[in-house]
């Protein structure tokens, strides 16, 4: 059975049926609830009213007995978002298990939720960067450590980044976690780099959306479905080398994480 002992409405969007006792006033709810606005004021998206079920189970093997039962085709991991049709419309539902690294869980899982309400065609590569780029705490202004740990020795290599060979990946197996990495990492520049970088993906966003909302008076619903030209190719007009561009930026996060080992540690 999902868990369903305490049921608990946070921030007016999600809906947690949990195992775990927790109060409203929990700071892990408390943060959680307020993820939409984060990611409203950082995206530009407009906002919506989508109900997400987060199912929370009290511990991991719980939780994995579940999902072993219920989605034996899904690979092993900390939590889940999925989207399925019910019936009243789509449903939004997060699993994930009470443990250490439950916020980091919940925002990433529950950025996944927001992206795909506001969404629904955004490629994998940038839902995954969003995600890893909001499930840092806001105080880290999306700078994954870890993430730029690992990057450290690869930007030191002959490494490649290439967001056109990102932007041909399509299933959630097929990422490794080097592609994650390099998501975040674009995700990063964009968000964080040069301001016409940042419309870019502003303006990518906006036409993400107007795939599952065409504005009243313009073309009709099937003309409104065809794809529209990748991130990559809005970019290089603007910036011929994204690749150093990116390498460049990893390289200025890279001394910053330096001197915040120095002078101000980082929660890991």
């Known amino acids: 059975m999902p868990p369903g002992r305490l049921e608990l409405r946070v921030g007016g969007r999600y809906l947690f049926h949990s195992d775990v006792s927790l109060q409203a006033d929990h700071p892990v709810l408390r943060e959680v609830a307020r993820l939409p606005e984060r990611l409203h004021r950082e995206l530009q998206l407009p906002d919506n009213a989508s109900l997400v079920h987060v199912y929370l189970f009290a511990d991991r093997d719980a939780y994995e007995r579940y999902l072993h039962a219920h989605f034996r085709h899904l690979p092993p991991r900390r939590a889940f978002f999925m989207a399925r049709p019910g019936a009243s419309g789509e449903e939004l539902l997060v699993y994930a298990f009470w443990g250490e690294r439950i916020l980091e869980d919940l925002r990433h899982e529950l950025t996944h939720a927001e992206l795909h309400s506001a969404c629904p065609h955004i490629p994998m590569w940038l839902d995954e ?15 994954h450590y870890r993430h730029l740990a690992a990057l450290r020795a690869e930007l030191a290599s002959p490494w490649s980044p290439s967001l056109e060979r990102l932007e041909k990946i399509t299933l959630l197996r097929e990422l490794t976690p080097q592609d994650y990495r390099e998501a975040w990492a674009w995700t990063h520049f964009l968000l964080r780099g040069p301001a016409a970088v940042r419309e870019v993906l502003l303006a990518y966003l906006r036409d993400l959306h107007q795939l599952k909302n065409p504005a009243p008076g313009s073309a009709s619903a099937p003309a409104a479905q065809e794809p529209i030209p990748p991130l990559s190719s809005r970019l290089r007009p603007i910036l011929p080398a994204p690749e150093t561009a990116l390498r460049q930026h990893l390289a200025q996060l890279d001394q910053r994480s330096a001197q915040l080992t120095l002078d101000d540690p980082v929660p890991r």
Do not use: I, R, T, Y
Request: glycine share 14%; charged share 25%.
């Open 129 to 143: 960067g969003l995600a890893e780029f909001f499930e840092v705490p806001a105080e880290l202004d999306g700078v």
